[in-house]
């Protein structure tokens, strides 16, 4: 889906880090953990030092992988973070915790509160506390096959007599400016019913919002 490859008949754009980032932190609201750090990972990979234009930074990514449960992974997550920037505070209360727990080391008391105090400003700020639990419901994963089918529209399980059903026309609903410009539609599933509609906004549109949605 990051490549842009929704179904095999439509293609959209690649998106991009800062996109990959935002479905992550989708998922995260949602408790999909599972899911979000695939997407924080996938937003890693697209990540581009050279976009002037990138709303996140690649500190912002780490953070939220360093949280994924593994604490060698966490430590060498955050070690990146610091080389970056050296005076990250909770990055550097975090190094200081990860290390404890590898080491079995007993944090001191000041240390722990400083431990303490950056996991609260970190679980106070939207884009940080990024902590995957990798729990899923018993019956997730089969629920999950069933919605990427669907999403994707396989075809492969409808019946002969189910696609000679679906259809496509030209939406207006009495609308005077659909009248003039009726929305191409396009029925892929019946059900649910699953509609696509085509060239509803163009590409250069979209680039034009999302230059506009940009804080200046």
Request: proline residues 3%; positive net charge.
């Amino acid at each position: 889906m990051a490549n842009g490859e929704i179904d095999l008949k439509f293609r959209s754009q690649k998106l991009t880090s800062d996109e990959c980032y935002h479905i992550g932190r989708v998922a995260y609201i949602n408790n999909d953990f599972y899911y979000a750090l695939m997407w924080m990972q996938e937003a890693l990979d697209r990540f581009d030092e050279k976009n002037k234009r990138a709303l996140i930074s690649r500190i912002d990514i780490l953070d939220h992988l360093s949280n994924e449960g593994n604490i060698e992974n966490a430590l060498a997550l955050t070690q990146e973070m610091l080389a970056i920037d050296p005076n990250h505070v909770p990055a550097k209360a975090n190094k200081v915790y990860y290390e404890s727990l590898i080491n079995g080391q007993t944090l001191s008391k000041d240390q722990k509160k400083d431990s303490l105090a950056s996991s609260e400003k970190i679980g106070s700020s939207s884009k940080k506390n990024f902590r995957v639990r990798k729990q899923r419901q018993n019956n997730y994963l089969e629920l999950s096959e069933v919605y990427k089918a669907l999403c994707r529209q396989n075809r492969a399980k409808l019946s002969h007599k189910r696609q000679a059903k679906l259809f496509c026309r030209y939406r207006h609903n009495n609308h005077p400016y659909l009248i003039l410009r009726p929305v191409k539609e396009e029925q892929l599933f019946d059900e649910p019913t699953i509609l696509l509609f085509h060239d509803v906004v163009s590409d250069t549109d979209i680039e034009q919002i999302k230059v506009l949605a940009t804080p200046q």
